[in-house]
């Protein structure tokens, strides 16, 4: 009785993945016989960040109006995978990022909306595609 059970279940399941054109762990909405979508290819970019014009001078990098809202904004990029390096200049005189992009639009974008950059006490003095080496399967003499 059990097994006429399981195989009368097995057979309900089967029949909804061919009647609606499913195969077991395809992702919601997509048929079966829909390529998978590759995702956009990815490059890296640096930012270099400099004192803004509501920088306070008088006061450290975290004691700035504002600066843990940047912060926040990068703890989410990391989140995300998107930002795999960043952090202030031990002189103090601003910080950089290395982040993922798809494009410089989106690189400008990811910059535009760190709210640093949005209230004036960061400016990006710089934003470039970037390609490090792999040193390690670099060739030596």
Do not use: C
């Given at each position: 009785?059990?097994?006429?059970l399981?195989?009368?279940?097995l057979?309900?399941v089967?029949g909804?993945?061919?009647v609606?054109?499913?195969?077991?762990?395809a992702?919601?909405?997509k048929k079966?016989?829909q390529p998978?979508r590759?995702p956009?290819k990815?490059?890296l970019y640096?930012?270099?960040?400099?004192h803004?014009?509501?920088w306070?001078?008088?006061k450290?990098v975290?004691?700035?109006p504002?600066i843990?809202?940047?912060?926040?904004?990068?703890?989410?990029?990391f989140d995300?995978?998107?930002l795999?390096h960043?952090?202030?200049?031990?002189d103090?005189t601003?910080?950089m990022a290395?982040f993922?992009?798809?494009?410089d639009?989106?690189?400008?974008?990811?910059?535009?909306?760190?709210?640093?950059?949005k209230?004036?006490?960061?400016k990006?003095?710089?934003l470039?595609?970037?390609?490090?080496?792999d040193?390690?399967?670099?060739?030596r003499?």
């Amino acid at each position: 009785m059990r097994n006429r059970l399981i195989i009368s279940g097995l057979a309900i399941v089967l029949g909804v993945l061919l009647v609606t054109g499913r195969r077991a762990g395809a992702e919601d909405g997509k048929k079966a016989d829909q390529p998978a979508r590759k995702p956009a290819k990815q490059r890296l970019y640096v930012v270099v960040h400099g004192h803004g014009p509501k920088w306070d001078k008088d006061k450290p990098v975290n004691r700035q109006p504002g600066i843990q809202d940047h912060a926040r904004y990068m703890v989410k990029l990391f989140d995300a995978g998107k930002l795999k390096h960043g952090g202030p200049f031990l002189d103090g005189t601003g910080g950089m990022a290395v982040f993922l992009a798809p494009d410089d639009a989106a690189a400008q974008k990811v910059v535009a909306d760190d709210p640093a950059i949005k209230s004036g006490i960061m400016k990006s003095t710089m934003l470039r595609p970037w390609h490090p080496v792999d040193w390690k399967s670099f060739p030596r003499k």
